[in-house]
């Protein structure tokens, strides 16, 4: 089939014509995020492959139908980004990749919250510039804290093994409770209410919906122990950036590590260092010595890579032979 893959960077066109070798697509790769202005370039494909950061909005959708496109094959798990009703009613279906490595998520989320409690990032700075001083580099231990998770999905049971390996107590939120899972891994099913006041750390793994959007925010945040370490690799829109902002200046806060920000279109994933940042919230989170910042890498990992690749062209090819679309995604975002 003729593929369109938008928002591609180097190693995205590695990993799918790596995995193209055993299928024989068509690929075009454009540098481009799929939005209303740039959807022209879709003509004459039959299948759009979209990233997290693609507003697939229901305009888009119209387009790409009038255009013959018949797939939209996401190259990510969130579908948050994609009009599932607009895609319905087009005629258009959606796939998606819906676990290519939860490890490599999980690995991140403890890259970052390590870097932020034994303030790693600091020290490497420091030694570059011949600073051998200890002040202000004392941390605290995982050992014997309370690990919060919010989403007991893929990433957040990798990160709950990794917490237990790391001796927390876990304690964790979800919309649907696996009691059989918290006995085999151990942890403990709370509400909110009760995760928010004791949790060392808190980390996120629910999907961007309209009932997760922005569950981070000013009164959340009062609710949660004095000090608190947030880790969000999940989707930016979990978190109000102002709130958290506030939180971080007045201590409520005691340590943010994000991959992902709810403003991050257009700006992560792009060299803008030679440019003014124009958004005020990111620009100011990027001051504190307790913010560690990565721009959406958490999937970065050469074997999360390939199982993308490999699943988005296993997609497509059943999509082109009408096979069950075992990766296709019904529910509303
Ligand atoms: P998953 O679908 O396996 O798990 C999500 C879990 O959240 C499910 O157990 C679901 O029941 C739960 N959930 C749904 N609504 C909820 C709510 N309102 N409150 C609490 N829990 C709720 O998804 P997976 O693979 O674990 O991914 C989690 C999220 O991580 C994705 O939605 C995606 O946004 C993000 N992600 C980020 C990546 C990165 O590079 N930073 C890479 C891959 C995913």
């Known amino acids: 089939m003729r593929i369109a893959v938008f928002d591609s960077k180097p190693y995205d066109e590695q990993a ?18 799929l939005s209303r202005s740039t959807v022209p370039l ?25 255009f013959g496109v018949k797939l939209i094959a996401l190259r990510c798990a969130g579908f948050n980004n994609v009009d599932l009703a607009a895609a319905r009613e087009h005629g258009l279906r959606v796939v998606r990749v819906p676990a290519y490595s939860p490890e490599a998520t999980a690995e991140h989320a403890f890259a970052l919250l390590l870097t932020l409690v034994r ?6 700075n420091r030694v570059r510039d011949g600073n ?13 804290k309370t690990f919060g998770v919010i989403g007991t999905g893929k990433i957040g049971q990798a ?3 990794i917490a237990r390996g790391f001796g927390c107590r876990v304690l964790a939120y979800d919309l649907y409770p696996n009691p059989a899972l918290a006995s085999e891994l151990g942890f403990e099913y709370a509400s909110l209410d009760e995760i928010f006041p004791q949790a060392d750390i808190l980390s996120l793994h629910a999907p961007l919906m309209a009932n997760t959007h922005h569950l981070v925010n ?69 001051t504190f010595p307790n913010v560690m910042i990565t721009s959406h890498q958490g999937y970065l990992t050469a074997e999360a890579l390939a199982n993308i690749a490999s699943t988005v062209l296993d997609n497509v090819a059943a999509f082109a032979r009408g096979g069950e679309l075992v990766n296709e995604v019904h529910g509303s975002a």
């Open 16 to 33: 799918l014509n790596d995995a193209n070798a055993g299928h024989g697509h068509e690929l075009a790769f454009f540098g481009d995020r």
């Open 42 to 66: 879709a003509a004459g494909f039959d299948v759009v492959c979209p990233f997290v950061n693609d507003r697939v909005d229901a305009c888009t959708i119209a387009q790409l139908a009038q």
């Open 119 to 124: 303030k790693t990032h600091r020290a490497f």
């Open 132 to 144: 051998f001083s200890l002040d202000g580099l004392v941390g605290f231990n995982l050992h014997g």
């Open 159 to 161: 990160c709950i093994r």
């Open 218 to 286: 000013a009164t959340s945040i009062a609710l949660m122990k004095r000090g608190v370490v947030l880790i969000n690799t999940s989707r930016g829109g979990l978190v109000d950036s102002q709130a958290l902002l506030d939180a971080l200046k007045d201590g409520q806060i005691g340590g943010v590590g994000m991959d992902v920000y709810e403003h991050e279109e257009g700006v992560f994933f792009e060299d803008l260092s030679g440019e003014a940042l124009m958004d005020d919230v990111l620009a100011r989170l990027t």
